[in-house]
């Protein structure tokens, strides 16, 4: 993934620092109250949601088991279509591609549309490298590119800045990139608004090389799609003379009726909208109409490994629409930074250490990035039961076992964090295993009862909990000497 | 091994254990949300597209002409793009010099032009949307995208469908389709919509068809195509 997320400390300590920055909780703690008051009414207006969350999860789930036959149709058709197919197995080749299909341009800028993949990729970065300045244009990824920031959204990668924050970046920032911020730029929305449009409006009109993603491929028809609100993206897509898709595997739908179900959950999951102001679909090239070469890069980085897991694969029906950020309470609190990943929030705990493996200190930790509350089960449009998800990952992190990375099947050791928990279910099950031990303890405790401190304060790590709480009283008798006294000799 | 055969190599192994399944997919969603008459699904269209800051006009065909030229002036475009199979009688009233849709005009040349008036292939009621399909009536895409006015004629009732199950039906997947749903918009400052980024933004809809009450009798329910 990114080389801007190396080295992220563990989610706790990542999460601590934000909870301890009021700007940041109440940026979005307003951002996500907004948006979910207004999910709920636009999933309320249509009655079928159930059916239609159904059959996404259907769809999806019967595509993920195909998807050999699925890629292979896809390629076939994209390619009678006039597209041109890439195949990448991992973020290293999809950018080194792209980076070469750029150069044999000529060009030394793309316009981007704001794409999961890329970011995953750390494609700018690349391209940076290579001497190829990439100009993110969805209004949320240019305020983080210009305030030299990383993503912390799915849909919103700058939820975490106010517009006055947002208007000392454009202020300070944009004459570095190009057409100044107009002067007097105060920090009302539509201003703003205003700004972006004319900061990039040059970078559009020049562009020779649009760099995209897609929310879906279809197999049958070998159609791309790319939902959004700005136009940004039909600038990307419709303008420069070569285009380049970079798109994971698992964003396969088999037919094009199957977009009747996602043009109809995506916008209401996401924007709250019945339907987001934008959606394109291209099929190959056109003759006289966008652009005359179109590559497709088929990106895996990771997805096959998670699809090998036969609960984690859940994972990859997501469509991207982040409403399980938006209600998430630790999401709401801890802000995506702390996730480490660019996929944040409850998708991002179990996506990131599925597609990067649970070997850092921050995926060994992001599976326990969250509550188990349930809710981004119940608001996900394609129904992944993410506290289910979780909990395997968990049990993976504590136990090891095998898993798959880069195709091959590896054991992973137990983590070592965990000695203690380790040792306690240990003993738990010596002494379940021993009716008599359990009683003699039982009825130990019971007799000392009187000597009992009524706190524990242990050392180390279980300190604080310790501290603060009182130990259980024991009962002058063991439940099991009770029931024996006073049930046990009537029958 | 290329990356293609490691990569579905992967795929296979990865479901290896998976069970077969054959099932088709169930749909058991609706095709249309509610029992609505053609008039009441032309309604339910211009109540969405107002909703999203779409500008909406109806008239009938005879008015169009005037309607069109009206809003032009209004707009004070001194230019308005032309795709080239569009009838040459609607703009037959508008002051506005024409500018016909050329591969060869470059994206800055449009950028100087006002306006764009265009048909559409069909339009979503339930949702709001006009969907373009780049027929010889509507032109390339970039056409309705870099003027800052685009004004879109949708035939009523014919177009219109209720659903976007019925839109896709009726659409080819071949054709570069531009679903719009309202002027450009953006939520990404604090999550709150606002209107008015890179597409156009003012969108003005011409709803054009018998206007209700026009007729001696109520408008019969007419199935759609």
């Not at chain 1, 149709?73 to 950018?95: P, R, Y």
């Not at chain 1, 028809?221 to 700005?230: C, D, F, I, R």
Request: glycine share 8%.
């Amino acid at each position: 993934m990114s080389g801007t997320f190396v080295g992220m400390p563990a989610f706790p300590k990542a999460a601590h620092e934000a909870v301890n920055n009021p700007t940041l909780r109440g940026n979005l703690r307003h951002a996500t109250h907004t948006i979910r008051a207004k999910r709920e009414k636009a999933v309320a207006e249509v009655s079928d949601w159930a059916e239609l969350r159904e059959a996404g999860k259907r769809i999806k789930d019967h595509t993920l088991r195909h998807l050999d036959d699925y890629l292979v149709q896809l390629e076939e058709s994209v390619t009678a279509a006039g597209g041109i197919v890439h195949w990448a197995a991992d973020a290293e080749e999809a950018n080194r591609i792209v980076t070469e299909l750029v150069k044999a341009t000529g060009e030394s800028e793309v316009v981007k549309v704001k794409s999961m993949a890329t970011q995953e990729i750390g494609l700018n970065e690349a391209l940076e490298e290579a001497g190829i300045r990439a100009y993110e244009t969805d209004l949320a990824e240019l305020i983080v590119q210009l305030g030299k920031d990383r993503p912390s959204h799915i849909l919103v990668p700058a939820i975490h800045r106010n517009r006055g924050e947002i208007r000392d970046i454009f202020e300070r920032e944009m004459s570095e990139w190009g057409r100044p911020a107009p002067q007097g730029l105060t920090d009302t929305p539509a201003e703003l608004a205003e700004a972006a449009r004319l900061h990039l409006r040059e970078k559009f009109l020049r562009a020779k090389v649009g760099i995209s993603g897609a929310n879906f491929m279809v197999a049958e028809t070998g159609t791309l799609v790319v939902v959004e609100s700005e136009g940004n993206g039909r600038m990307c897509l419709t303008l420069p003379e070569t285009l380049i898709s970079v798109v994971g595997i698992e964003k396969i739908v088999p037919t094009w009726q199957d977009l009747e179900v996602f043009l109809q959950t995506l916008p209401r999951s996401s924007t709250a909208e019945r339907m987001n102001p934008y959606t394109s679909t291209w099929t190959g090239t056109t003759d006289g109409d966008g652009p005359k070469t179109f590559h497709l890069v088929l990106l895996d980085n990771g997805r096959t490994d998670t699809l090998a897991d036969e609960v984690g694969r859940q994972a990859l029906r997501c469509i991207r629409c982040s409403a399980c950020l938006n209600v998430c309470p630790v999401y709401e609190r801890a802000g995506g930074h702390a996730y480490g990943s660019v996929y944040p929030g409850p998708i991002g705990a179990i996506l990131s250490p599925q597609l990067r493996g649970t070997t850092s200190e921050i995926d060994a930790s992001l599976p326990y990035a969250s509550s188990l509350c349930g809710a981004c089960y119940e608001v996900c449009p394609v129904a992944i039961d993410i506290p289910e998800v979780l909990v395997h990952l968990r049990e993976r992190v504590v136990q090891g076992g095998e898993v798959t990375r880069e195709g091959n099947k590896v054991v992973l050791k137990p983590a070592k964090g965990h000695a203690a928990e380790r040792a306690a279910m240990r003993a738990a099950r010596w002494a379940f295993a021993r009716p008599g031990a359990v009683r003699a303890g039982q009825r130990l405790a019971s007799r000392t009862r009187r000597l009992h401190p009524r706190r524990l304060p242990l050392p180390g790590p279980g300190k604080a909990w310790s501290e603060t709480r009182d130990l259980p009283p024991v009962p002058a008798e063991p439940f099991r000497d009770w029931w024996q006294r006073t049930q046990g000799s009537a029958k | 091994m290329s990356s293609r055969e490691r990569i579905l190599g992967r795929v296979r192994r990865a479901l290896a254990d998976a069970p077969g399944e054959n099932t088709p997919i169930e749909r058991t969603y609706l095709r249309e949300h509610g029992d609505r008459s053609v008039e009441e699904t032309t309604e339910l269209l211009a109540e969405n597209l107002a909703d999203y800051r779409a500008i909406v006009h109806r008239c009938s065909p005879d008015d169009l002409a005037v309607t069109l030229a009206g809003m032009l002036a209004a707009r004070g475009a001194k230019t308005v793009l032309v795709p080239p199979g569009l009838d040459p009688a609607w703009l037959a009233d508008a002051d506005a010099e024409q500018v016909p849709d050329r591969p060869e005009s470059t994206p800055h040349e449009l950028d100087r032009i006002d306006s764009v008036v265009t048909a559409c292939a069909v339009a979503v009621a339930e949702t709001g949307t006009i969907v373009l399909d780049c027929g010889p009536d509507q032109g390339r895409r970039r056409i309705t995208l870099v003027p800052d006015h685009h004004i879109c004629v949708v035939r009523v009732p014919d177009q219109v469908v209720g659903s976007v199950p019925q839109a896709l039906e009726r659409l080819d997947p071949l054709r570069p389709l531009t679903w719009i749903s309202g002027p450009s918009a953006t939520s990404d400052i604090e999550l709150d919509r606002v209107e008015g980024v890179h597409g156009p933004r003012a969108l003005e809809v011409v709803l054009v068809g018998a206007q209700p009450g026009a007729e001696a009798n109520p408008p019969q329910e007419v199935p759609s195509a």
